[in-house]
């Protein structure tokens, strides 16, 4: 399997312009998580889906943020405006449907944001 | 409030150094401690979950235990490849997904 894939990588941008971050989650996973990591907060979930419907947003900083996810195998985050404080990196996960075991999340390998 | 607390934040040993990380948490019935290492410029990468007081788990030269209260990541004889951050999270009860981190400990192990 290929596991999360995360598009781009890197994103530099200025402020005011909408950024637009990609994840596609493992095949068969029906849980999508997007998180932002900062070296002051550490990882922060900003919003997680189930079935392709947002189950839980409190995390999501402001209205300047939006997730959606469209099919199980796409979802999209976007900054518009962006600032400059949004800048960090942001990671997708995903996680299998409920079994006996606690279902564990796994990351794709990020996206990193700077706004200048 | 669920929260969780890594010690230390740092930590420097000499290759086959043995040493424990600790991560302590408070949150409504535990149902899961999860325990994932993160490479520089990577997302983190599962190592192990803990469901209940007294369970252990290990890999390699890893060795996960728990607590009511706390959790400990023991390395034996580390190697320079293990120099990482390690990265504990919580699930609380209910059927809620979140998970709730802590900021991690970076881990250098110099040869």
Redesign the interface.
Known sequence: DAG?IQSPRHEVTEMGQEVTLRCKPISGHD?L?WYRQTMMR????LI?F?NNVP??DSGMPEDRFSAKMPNASFSTLKIQPSEPRDSAVY?C?S?PPRGR??????????TRLLVL | EDQVTQSPEALRLQEGESSSLNCSYTVSGLRGLFWYRQDPGKGPEFLFTLYSAGEEKEKERLKATLTKKESFLHITAPKPEDSATYLCAVQGAGNNRKLIWGLGTSLAVNP
């Open positions: 999360v849980y998580f550490g990882l922060e979930l997680y189930n189950i839980d990671f996960a996680s075991i606690l279902e564990t999340q796994y990351f794709g390998p990020g």
